[in-house]
DNA sequence: CTTACTCGTTTCATTATTCGAACCGGCATT
DNA sequence: AATGCCGGTTCGAATAATGAAACGAGTAAG
């Protein structure tokens, strides 16, 4: 693993963790050595990429990070695009939605809008969902060349509840059947309790970019909610997609000359 | 310098740029060889951080920055914190105004509200304030310890127009006088026919993590605006200060248990 | 059709950078 | 006073980064 992966990594950690790390806590949980960890924290810091409480000597994501977030954004307007669609879902399902980009392997939630409902569902902050066990990543996988499909079956499979697929076959049959539905669905594969359905966003070439989700506490979960609810999340990707790649209005995002 | 430096500024150079870039292009701005530039590039990209087009082969901002951007601002809410105040002060001089926060020995624009005149001052995307040119900069080295000054003073101060301060004594003695006024003056000192006045947001402990200022057109700015506009930037800057890190209404942002 | 250019990509011997065990001083607890 | 944990530092050994050169594909020019 090349150095800039180790830092990188080191970021990643930060994002994960609700609160400030030290360096001990940081060089344990990246399994780096002290002063390993401590030259590339004080890199990330020289570039603003990690900020160090003078006091505390803690460190936490630093202000570049909402710099370049809002370049990229600018660039590509993904959570403008997305947060009407995600609210008017939100709206009409009274359940929790959520839009998710592809980013290094996983998907990370972009818009999140939460049920109004006292039992709901959830999404911690800096949660990535992993491709295999939840119903936004067998979307993503179903919209997705089998080359990629084959890379992914042909990683471990983590497991994270009694549900989630771990076996490479059963996974590549969940995908064969989501093709066919049009929208994915889970049921417990990733948090217990957690139902979800969801579609997948698409680009002009029809590469899958990212996801769009509808999660319930699985209670509330039936056959016909799950129907319902996947016509719907079908059609929103569709139609998220179509405006965000020019399918209908124009204004090919991309690639700005 | 460190290898991770050198794949960070590589984003920086994709910040910078108004469009995605080609390897070679890339390679020729960092001053790179193409293939060490490839092999961060590819390490980047692993990560999420920066995104090649698999067609045209350029490189752009990844998707990475906007999660992290969503997370660091989920943890220290800045631009939630000072939108509000910059729409208000937008309104109020009729100008344009914008918060900026110290990054990397720059200062980057958080919230920009531009001015609704024809004739108006505008910040380009990705745009950084240089903290010995700009009425920003100036502003927050007034708030910043000697030590930080005598640092910054013993870089080579770049020139951007025929105003801007190049000599450190010269940079001392605006600096004591801004610290005298309360506020910054800047005369086309960064840009042409641009002036601006600006205050520093300070922390609790009173170290500054930013500023807020007005630009105008030289041609609108008069004596008596600048000291009106002047103290209604350091007024607007105290208030701000005080929300945000709890001199007024409690919770500190900083240190989440 | 050939030539000459540019671009992205790969290779590999050289070299500079990174690594990490051991260590230091400070602080809190025992 | 002793112990343990913390952030931070040192320096020889080990490793990863480097970049000149070459390659193949594509393209424009001759």
Redesign the interface.
């Known amino acids: 693993m ?4 180790k ?3 080191l ?1 990643d950690l930060l ?1 994960a963790s ?3 790390l030290g360096l001990t806590g940081i060089a344990r949980r990246a399994g780096f050595d002290k002063a390993t960890t401590r ?2 924290l004080l ?2 810091v ?4 990690v900020e160090q ?1 003078p ?2 000597r803690d460190y ?16 590509f307007p ?2 403008r695009a997305l947060e009407p669609s995600i609210r008017a879902l939100a709206e009409r399902t009274g359940e929790t939605v959520h839009a998710a ?4 392997g996983n998907l ?3 818009v999140v809008i939460e049920s109004a409902k006292a039992n709901r569902v959830i999404l911690e ?2 949660l990535k969902l992993p491709l295999h066990a939840t119903a936004s990543g067998i979307a993503f996988l179903a919209a997705s060349p089998d080359a990629f499909i084959d890379q992914v079956c042909r990683r471990v499979l983590a497991r994270y509840t009694g549900a989630t697929t771990t076996d490479a076959e059963a996974l590549r049959r969940i995908v064969a059947e989501t093709r066919q539905r049009g929208f994915s669905l889970s049921d417990q594969s990733f948090e217990a309790e957690v139902s979800s359905v969801a579609a997948a966003i698409r680009s002009a070439s029809g590469k899958p970019v990212g996801t769009i989700a509808v999660a319930m506490p699985t209670s509330r979960m039936t056959p016909e909610i799950a129907f319902e609810f996947g016509a719907l999340v079908k059609a929103q990707a569709e139609e998220v997609s179509a405006r965000l790649f020019g399918k209908a209005n124009g204004e090919p995002l ?4």
Chains 1, 2 share one sequence.
């Open positions: 090349g150095t800039v992966s830092a990188l990594g970021i994002q609700s609160q400030p030259r590339l890199e990330l020289a570039n603003g990429y409480d006091e505390t936490s994501l630093g202000p570049a990070l909402q710099a370049l977030g809002r370049a990229r954004e600018q660039r993904l959570y980009e592809y980013c290094a990370s939630p972009i902050s800096g991309r690639k700005a000359s």
